[in-house]
């Protein structure tokens, strides 16, 4: 079973602080890494997506890469209440028939006022 | 540009019935992915399409589901007999390629709710 792990949550931070949500992977090959955002009751928006090891930026958003470790993660700077919703982590790992995004089952984070 | 259109976004059916969810890709795209999520849970990865062809069905349960994406029309996920377990959000997504860098993009679901 190749699985894709994330802190279920609830992570709380204040307004401007950073947030970091961290995900690990089974899968070794895997080369392809997304970070998603869903507000309740919507659809998965795509915000981040990373393929080499190290550090991507992206405004606010940071994604880091560590493939030996099968670590990722996202950091978000600046923190606002409109960042509060539950983030996943997704990695495109080979399944029985063809290349699947797996998910993990999301970090839900609240930015405090 | 529209994006993926699912339809209807709310369904309700009485067990025993069946149920027809209905995703159009975004335009451009030739390849739907459909997704269940449950309450709490994360996206579980059911099938994969490309117009007239199943690449990947390896998620979806043996019975009572299938799918199709028809040369003209949408992709439909059908679900016959529908039992209250069923209930859930079910996602379509599109991309415009199968290749393992690609992004997909979701519609807004459909949530359905078994009685």
């Known amino acids: 079973q190749k699985e894709v792990e994330q802190n279920s949550g609830p992570l709380s931070v204040p307004e401007g602080a950073i947030a970091s949500l961290n995900c690990t992977y089974s899968?070794?090959?895997?080369?392809?890494f997304f970070w998603y955002r869903q507000y309740s009751g919507k659809s998965p928006e795509l915000i981040m997506s990373?393929?080499?090891?190290g550090d991507k930026e992206d405004g606010r958003f940071t994604a880091q890469l560590n493939k030996a470790s099968q670590y990722v993660s996202l950091l978000i700077r600046d923190s606002q209440p409109s960042d509060s919703a539950t983030y996943l982590c997704?990695?495109?790992?080979?399944?029985?028939?063809?290349?699947?995004?797996?998910f993990g089952k999301g970090t839900k984070l609240s930015v405090i006022p | 540009n529209a994006g993926v259109m699912q339809n209807p976004r709310h369904l309700v059916r009485r067990r025993g019935q069946e149920a027809r969810l209905r995703c159009s890709p975004m335009?451009?795209?030739?390849?739907v992915y459909w997704y269940r999520q449950l309450p709490e849970e994360g996206l579980k990865f059911m099938v994969y399409?490309?117009?007239?062809?199943?690449?990947?069905e390896s998620g979806m349960p043996k019975e009572r589901f299938s799918a199709e994406f028809p040369k003209e029309g949408p992709s439909i996920l059908r679900i016959q007999q529908v039992v209250r377990g069923d209930s859930a959000a079910y996602f379509c997504?599109?991309?415009?390629?199968?290749?393992?860098?690609?992004?997909?993009?979701f519609g807004s679901g459909t949530q359905l709710s078994v009685l």
């Open positions: 997504a599109s991309s415009p390629a199968g290749s393992t860098n690609e992004k997909l993009f």
């Open positions: 899968d070794r090959g895997s080369q392809s």
């Open positions: 990373i393929y080499s090891n």
């Open positions: 997704a990695v495109v790992v080979a399944g029985a028939g063809s290349y699947q995004l797996t």
């Open positions: 335009k451009g795209h030739s390849h």
């Open positions: 399409l490309q117009k007239e062809n199943i690449i990947d």
